[in-house]
């Protein structure tokens, strides 16, 4: 019988990388909810201006120009997107880039809900991007920033043209405030706060650039819109939806917690401090995996990876020989022992991608406790292949 390896020394801190809900800022306790406004209407003058604080701070954390309107609106991303595509789509032909679990959903809504007539799908398999240069820029497009279910992230904007005349409609849950958005080229970006700042989920928001609110005004799709997914009002913009309005009832808790979040973010010196945490979390793991002959990032180009959802493959050529459900068999039993362990929860890989892991590395994660993590994948893995009875290497 193989003996087990020895169990690391150190432990992480804190064991959540989850992916969302991702982990709470450092620090956090329940008592930053005290000062939530319970009992009292959304819709009153202080529901309002707490609805209206979390959307300047938003404003400011992530650096979104004064030209864009930021608001808060139900169903988190996936509301904030449906919403999107539902009121915006349909007088242009449209181009879906599809390469992760999320964004091939948007391609099905595209295709299949809304059947739109003239639509291209530019997919690509996990760990890659679509090509880029098929994007036209005569289309709408709709993308994801970051795969947050394949690790896989635009390098940048320079695939989108300055000139289009399409709109740009990006799904950027994982990359706002760990990733550097060009706001010049988003026309419509949507994200939802129990991502990267780790905070409570059910609420979206949705950031819209001028062109996107022309759109608005000058367009009535031709299908029924629900009330969740109205952005106008008599052909023109339900402005107070950006001035702390919200078109169904909001947890004024969660809204606390996201405030809290947000002046901690600013505290640390905002965008930048919060992308410089993220990208030391992910050096973290990339100077393991360089020097771990089991493992390799599912994102294939460097230049391509996630600092937030980093994801995992195992190529140890053991595993690889297997069949793809023991490959996913051995991909579980790791994530089985780390949570057993106590180390790390929820970092299995998705369950639509390639077997692996997957370890958030937003900036709500110190890089202390990506670091002690690391000896504990390499036990993890060694006891797994020894529960499998693979063959030494």
Known sequence: MTTPPPRPATRPARAEFSSGPCAKRPGWTPGVLDTALLGRS?????????????IDLTREVLQVPDSHLIGIVPASDTGAVEMAMWSMLGPRPVQVLAFESFSKDWATDAVKQLKLADCEVLD?????????????ADADLVFAWNGTTSGVRVPSADFVAADRTGLTL??????????????????????????????????GVLILGPR???????????????????????????????????????????????????RWAAGLGGLDALIA?????????????????WVEFLAEDPATRSNTSVCLKVVDPRVTALAPAAQADLAQRIAALLETEGVAFDIGGYRDAPPGLR???????????????LPWLDWAFASAAGELRLAAA
């Open 170 to 203: 990006c799904d950027a849950t994982s990359a706002c405030f760990a990733q550097r958005l060009d706001w010049s080229k988003l026309d419509v970006a949507t994200f939802s706060w129990q991502k990267v700042l780790g905070g409570e989920a059910a609420h």
């Open 124 to 136: 690509a398999p996990y760990g890659r991007l679509p090509d880029l240069s098929r994007v036209r």
């Open 359 to 373: 370890i958030w590395c937003g900036a709500t994660v110190e890089t202390s406790d990506v670091e002690a993590l």
């Open 212 to 262: 996107a609110v022309e759109r608005l005004e000058s367009y009535t799709p031709p299908w029924p819109l629900p009330k969740i997914f109205r952005l106008t009002k008599g052909g023109k913009l339900n402005a107070e939806i950006f001035e702390g309005s919200t078109i169904n009832t909001p947890s004024m808790l969660c809204v606390e917690d996201y405030l809290d979040a947000l």
């Open 277 to 293: 945490r993220a990208e030391a979390n992910l050096a973290a793991v990339a100077a393991w995996a360089a020097r771990t002959p």
């Open 42 to 54: 959304h819709r009153s003058k202080p529901g309002k201006a707490r609805l209206k604080a979390a």
